[in-house]
């Protein structure tokens, strides 16, 4: 079964920044999407960043121009730079990867938790 491993979360200053990583049990490639989610007490899961397996990216809005996603195929590992940090960043932030065959089907990581003060 795929794994997901999530880690580089923290505590950090507003204005700072962190560099969160997703490592796969499995390539890359064999995902049609993967990104990064969040999850503050009492909210949603929210999309934060992602890409598609033909290198489309998407953001958040509240997240453009600060963060960006990027990945190393080799190492099977996804990256979520993260700048000017800001208190409402404050989360649980997850990793996920989709694929969409024979069947939609999600998998997670456990979560890394990213507290940002003021």
């Known amino acids: 079964q795929v794994q997901l491993v999530e880690s580089g979360g923290g505590l950090v200053q507003a204005g700072g920044s962190l560099r969160l990583s997703c490592a796969a049990s499995a390539s890359i490639f064999s995902f049609n999407f993967m990104a990064w989610y969040r999850q503050a007490p009492g909210k949603q899961r929210d999309l934060v960043a992602g890409f598609t397996n033909g290198g489309r990216t998407n953001y958040a809005d509240s997240v453009k121009g600060r963060f960006t996603i990027s990945r190393d195929n080799a190492k099977n590992t996804v990256f979520l730079q993260m700048n000017s940090l800001k208190p409402e960043d404050t989360a649980v932030y997850y990793c996920?990867?989709?694929?969409?065959?024979?069947?939609?089907?999600?998998?997670w990581g456990q979560g890394t938790q990213v507290t940002v003060s003021s």
């Open positions: 996920n990867a989709r694929r969409l065959s024979p069947a939609t089907v999600d998998y």
